[in-house]
């Protein structure tokens, strides 16, 4: 049978110790997938059939039932080992010894435990509601089986412009009917910075907290580059240049004339919080620094 991990022994320990770490040693980052051993033999999955709605609006996904195995992992409020921790599995515990999954997420950041390694977490529906990795769920994979994966290291393909949109939309009214406030520091409920690269990782469904600027600019699982002309809805202007001070990027929704002379765009930012406002970013005249990319996830 797999070696059961040490209970906690202090007295009175709570969650509130293990905030913002992982169960099992963080590894750097791997966007390959990495083949699990275990030292015992896989319980079995039982998957049922039912259906739930995924949450933050997400695609509805099949929940899914698996065991888990040793006595202190962390349960995450978002998809990283980073974010404070909403509880903890452990296998003794009542209750604690399956876990139910919706959907997974890749991290790209890699968590072992002895020569079991996974860069995935699963979104929790129970016992505990949050983010738990991977490898405290006894499978022998580096991933749940017949879980949906979303978000991950790059958006999902297929995802559509309109939906891309919608979600840029939550956050003009998200504070209670008022727009999320502009921060460097904070994070939003839904787990992503609150600045304007937080803002379009999140209109992307790109994984909390979020890319920077540089990010959605350099990586080309993310964004490639493309001529002014070409812009379409949730295309993104960006200022990639300077300190986090002077850089932005703002989603582009529709040109507001046939002389393509200002836009209508998605923004978070500084002094106000999200915004939907005319812009002329990038345009002849305006800020010549700003550079036109389309998100790879729109496949075209």
């Not at 909403?86 to 010894?97: P, S």
């Not at 919608?166 to 520091?185: E, F, I």
Request: glycine content about 12%; aromatic content about 8%; charged content about 20%.
């Amino acid at each position: 049978m797999r070696r059961v991990l040490p209970a906690v022994a202090a007295a009175g320990l709570g969650v509130t110790a293990f905030a913002g770490l992982a169960h099992g040693t963080p590894a750097g980052t791997s966007a390959a997938s990495t083949k699990l051993t275990r030292d015992t033999a896989t319980a079995a999955t039982a998957v049922s059939a039912r259906t739930t709605g995924a949450a933050s609006g997400r695609r509805a996904a099949a929940a899914a039932d698996f065991p888990t195995w040793g006595t202190r992992w962390v349960v995450h409020a978002t998809a990283d080992t980073g974010s404070p921790a909403v509880g903890m599995i452990n296998k003794t515990a009542a209750g604690q010894d399956r876990i139910t999954a919706d959907y997974q997420v890749d991290t790209d950041r890699k968590v072992c435990e002895g020569s079991a390694c996974s860069t995935f977490m699963a979104h929790l529906t129970g016992p505990v509601t949050g983010f738990l990795s991977v490898v405290a769920v006894d499978v022998p994979q580096d991933r749940l089986p017949g879980v949906p994966v979303q978000g991950g290291g790059q958006p999902q393909p297929g995802d559509s412009r309109q939906e891309m949109l919608n979600r840029a939309a939550t956050w003009l009214t998200a504070d209670n009917g008022s727009q999320v406030p502009y921060s460097q520091a904070k994070v939003w409920k839904d787990g992503f910075r609150q600045d304007c690269s937080g803002y379009a990782s999140m209109a992307l469904g790109l994984p909390t907290p979020g890319t920077n600027t540089v990010g959605l600019a350099t990586n080309r699982s993310i964004t490639r580059p493309i001529a002014l002309g070409e812009l379409k809805p949730g295309d993104l202007l960006i200022d990639a240049a300077g300190d986090n001070n002077n850089r932005h990027v703002v989603i582009f929704e529709r040109w507001n004339n046939e002389a393509h002379s200002s836009y209508t765009a998605y923004e978070q930012r500084g002094g106000h919080g999200t915004d939907h406002r005319t812009l002329t970013y990038g345009l002849p005249g305006g800020d010549a620094e700003f550079k036109f990319y389309r998100p790879v996830m729109f496949g075209d």
